[in-house]
């Protein structure tokens, strides 16, 4: 657990320690939720050890999330966890050295969720790396729109949204969010791999896109609140 303060900048320098032990080349990074977050500020740090990069679910801060987002993080209790999820918090504790903190834990991952501001606008902008947002259109965390947001600020921003799913995508429609990443990975940079069936200029309303591949390469970073609450299941 350590005894800082969490925070994504920290998530994202353990990465970069981890990725500068492991492996002398460039990484592929998918970062889910919190890892989402983490792999923006890794990418945005460390350019040079990223060679493509999958973000799913990951917002910028509080703003782009939704009401009910908002009010369950901000009205979170340790206890919640266990109360909704008892199976994972038992298999946490098998893996912690010292299970003892897990409240201490939880709380420390409560209090890093409600900051108002996880990723700057020039951070996202300093990107260089091609990279693939990935969200539900109907996730209970994120807006659809500020998903849409966060494509556009990207210099090499490429975009997926699984139509009919939440939070947790490769739960809901495995396929095609693997075919996504990996049309992502493979295709050649000249292409573009997604495209909307509809303008992005028009209105986000759940259900109303649908993703289909065409053109614009992993570690893994991150878990996350979908674990704390079934309804982000959905």
Known sequence: VGTQPFSYTLFASDAYAVIQREKSEKVYVLGFSDGAITSY????????????????????????????AIAEAKNFKVSDVEKYS????????????????????????????VEPVHVTPEQLRSIQAP??????????????????????SLPHGEMGLIPGCGHVVLEC?????????????????????FELQESAEQEL????????????????????KEMMNPRSRR
Request: glycine residues 6%.
């Open 131 to 152: 990279t693939l947002i990935m969200a539900g259109d109907r996730d209970v965390h994120n807006r659809t729109d500020k998903v849409v947001e966060i494509y556009r």
């Open 86 to 113: 008892p199976q994972f918090v038992a298999e946490r504790k098998k893996l912690m050295p010292a299970p003892e903190l897990w409240d201490d834990f939880v709380g420390r991952l409560a209090r890093m969720e």
């Open 41 to 68: 500020l890794l990418a945005a740090t460390h350019p040079e050890i990223i060679h493509r990069l999958v973000s799913v679910g990951g917002p910028r801060g509080l703003s782009d999330q939704t009401d009910e």
């Open 205 to 224: 309303k759940p259900g109303q896109w649908e993703a289909r591949l065409c053109p614009q390469e992993p570690v893994l970073v991150g878990q996350h």
């Open 173 to 193: 429609n495995p396929r095609l969010t693997i075919e996504m990443i990996i049309g992502f990975l493979d295709k050649a940079e000249k292409q573009r791999p």
